[in-house]
């Protein structure tokens, strides 16, 4: 249907004559002489020369003669160059193909963060760090905002916080996709220059999109009510599907509960008014539990990570106006979705039933399988505009195949039309390229395959991409008892024949030394629940009497397999990552250690390390499997230069103390 509408209206472009033409001939004599009278007032501003950019930031309140987006292009905006970015099917051909095999050289030196770089796709480009917000031409009232906050944070005007913070900002007013795999969260108390640079750059997307579209709307009604006077060649085309224009992915309520809480703080429409954010109590007492305490002899990462509000299961729009910011609005109206991966998928799932139940009733079978499918109607996810992702190293510990739908749902032409004026959507919307001028900023705390493997499927942005490559020191040194720590490779063809080639080396390698030697105390470390399966079913099928503890494993079977571990009726302990991510349990009594394969917190490897008996420890066995394809986490536990050596080395064992 889109389709013959684009064919029926011609081309699309702003100064087509063929379109002035028809328009004209279809007015009648009246309609033409204005034609004429536009054409020839638009060739002498053609023929005039061009002022000269202005360095002055502009308010978005403040009247001007030229179009907001010219204006913005004019002050050097990255959201008016992607927004206006053209492209032709040709482009986005290419783009989709060099996503999936993309090519990342190193571009720059990333400061703040030693021994990192930026790395790009080639499309991409790393500039060069402005001084302060100023540089980058923001809305006069946020630049304003930020400038009240410097003081209490220790910032001078409107400047940075760090090299760090200008670097990130830089990058994301390039409007570049990023993946920062170095996140490091703040002591609580301090500022956090990431998550601060993100919603700088989030709210600017927003209120400038919002400026365009009212002062639009202002030119289309002075033009109704002077009976049709031309504007510009026609009907502006600067408009979307629908008004969710910014997705902020988060994990669980409280870490939503500071991403919005500072975004409020940042808000300019948010300030001044007692009533300026409405249904703020609701909010506070749904994403916030002052009575939820963190264990205390838990460790301090894991007690900011679980302090407060935890659920996983949440969902919030935000509308931000003029003078207002209105939470919990409906997802239509929302100009950003705070939510959780669950939260997005349950909405889906809600909308595929509603669709279903109408199938039922008749329509299409295209129609029933869509609804099947679970895909029926993604509509407030068809304009989204910036995806910001925070913690994704937690969002890993969650059900990542969330995530994964989350973005295939994302830019897809909507099969419901709501309130908008097709005649404004922008082209590149109704042509299905919307994923080529969507930002996606990813930041995690270390990198991940399944981070890599998203970046590549399902980020095409025709800015390019720009990822961090940091430089790690590695968690030897952390290591309390002195301890041999060997490191095994095995041998794995490609990346999906990995986990099969790992558990044969296992079975037919290690297993029978683990018989032959076994005593009391092995704690055995498995990363993935798939292959903590494995060796379950494995272990049980030779007859082999051991404790197990996942992330499923309720706290009274925890406690049980403690104590049988700890007094040596179990002498082998499974034990999960997530498991031990979630639980951080004190198991007593590890005598030896086993890392079927390594930890992706690399933290965790030197905890459980320092869990060994502090009697057996000079005698105690390390062991860790690894293979090539282990090279991000191996260059996090060992050192990135102990791990370019021993990858690039013909040995298979190597041995650390």
């Known amino acids: 249907a889109y389709a013959a509408l684009l064919a029926s209206l011609g081309p699309l472009n702003e100064n087509s004559a063929h ?18 009278k536009r054409r020839k007032g638009a060739s002498e501003a053609a023929a005039a020369p061009a002022p000269a950019p202005s360095a002055a930031v502009a308010d978005e309140d403040e009247e001007a003669s030229e179009p907001p987006l010219r204006r913005q292009q004019q002050h050097g905006s990255g959201w008016a160059r992607q927004m206006g970015r053209a492209l032709t099917a040709a482009d986005a051909a290419a783009l989709a193909e060099a996503a999936a095999k ?9 400061p703040g963060l030693p021994g990192a770089t930026w790395e790009t796709d080639g499309t991409a480009s790393v500039p060069a760090p402005r001084e302060g917000l100023e540089a980058h031409a923001p809305p006069q009232r946020l630049l304003e905002r930020w400038r009240e906050l410097a003081p209490a944070e220790g910032r001078e005007g409107v400047a940075y916080a760090s090299p760090a913070q200008a670097s990130l900002a830089a990058l994301l007013e390039s409007y570049s996709d990023v993946l920062h795999t170095d996140r490091r969260q703040p002591p609580p108390g301090e500022p956090d220059e990431v998550l601060d640079a993100c919603l700088l750059h989030v709210l600017q997307h927003v209120m400038r999109s919002g400026t365009l579209a009212r002062k639009t709307a202002e030119k289309l009604h002075k033009r109704e009510a002077e009976g049709g006077g031309s504007v510009g060649a026609e ?3 600067d408009s979307s599907f629908v008004r969710p224009r910014v997705l902020l992915l988060l994990p669980q309520r409280n870490v939503a509960h500071r991403v919005v809480s500072r975004l409020l703080e940042l808000c300019p429409a948010a300030q001044g008014r007692a009533d300026a954010v409405t249904k703020r109590d609701r909010f506070e007492r749904e994403f916030s539990d002052p009575e939820a305490a963190a264990d205390p002899r838990k460790p301090e990462d894991h007690r900011a990570l679980f302090h407060g509000n935890v659920d996983d299961h949440f969902r919030l729009g935000i509308k931000i106006t003029k003078a207002s910011v ?5 997802f239509y109206g929302a100009d950003i979705l705070v939510a959780s991966p669950l939260g997005l998928i349950t909405k889906l799932e809600e909308a595929a039933s509603a669709a279903a139940a109408t199938a039922d009733g008749g329509g299409s079978s295209k129609k029933k399988a869509a609804a099947a499918a679970g895909d029926e109607d993604a509509g407030f996810l068809s304009s989204i505009e910036v995806v910001v992702a925070d913690a994704a190293d937690l969002l890993l510990m969650q059900n990542w195949t969330h995530v994964e739908r989350v973005f295939r749902s994302l830019n897809h032409i909507p099969t419901k039309m709501r309130d908008a004026d097709i005649m404004r959507i922008r082209e590149w919307y109704l042509q299905g390229w919307a994923k080529h001028y969507r930002q996606t900023i990813l930041l995690s705390a270390y990198g991940a395959p399944e981070l890599n493997a998203l970046y590549a499927r399902e980020c095409a942005n025709a800015a390019g991409r720009v990822r961090l490559a940091p430089s790690h020191a590695g968690q030897l040194s952390a290591i309390v008892p002195q301890v041999e720590q060997r490191f095994e490779r095995f041998r794995a063809g490609t990346v999906a024949r990995s986990a099969d080639a790992r558990f044969e080396h296992f ?11 076994l005593q009391s105390g092995l704690l055995v470390f498995a990363s993935s629940y798939f292959d903590y399966v494995r060796l379950r079913t494995l272990l049980k099928g030779i ?4 404790a197990a503890i996942n992330e499923y494993t309720a706290d009274a079977d925890v406690r049980r397999a403690k104590t049988f571990f700890a007094d040596g009726r179990n002498r082998i302990m499974l034990l999960t990552e997530r498991a031990h991510f979630y639980k951080r349990v004190p198991i007593r009594g590890v005598k030896d250690i086993f890392f079927y394969s390594l930890p992706h917190n690399a933290q965790f490897y030197s905890e459980l390390l320092n869990l060994l008996d502090p009697g057996t420890a000079a005698s105690a066995s390390v062991r860790a499997l690894f293979c090539k394809y282990d090279a991000l986490v191996l260059a996090r536990v060992i050192g990135s230069a102990r791990a370019n050596r021993i990858l690039s080395a013909s040995s298979n064992h190597f041995l650390f103390c």
């Open 235 to 237: 009907t502006p085309r």
């Open 543 to 546: 007859g082999m009497e051991f």
């Open 19 to 36: 379109t002035g033409a028809k328009r004209a001939a279809e007015r009648g004599e009246g309609g033409a002489a204005r034609e004429s």
């Open 507 to 517: 079975e037919k390698h290690v297993l029978p030394q683990i018989r032959e030697t």
């Open 326 to 330: 209105r939470l919990y609005v409906d």
């Open 102 to 110: 993309p090519a990342f050289r190193a571009a720059g030196d990333a």
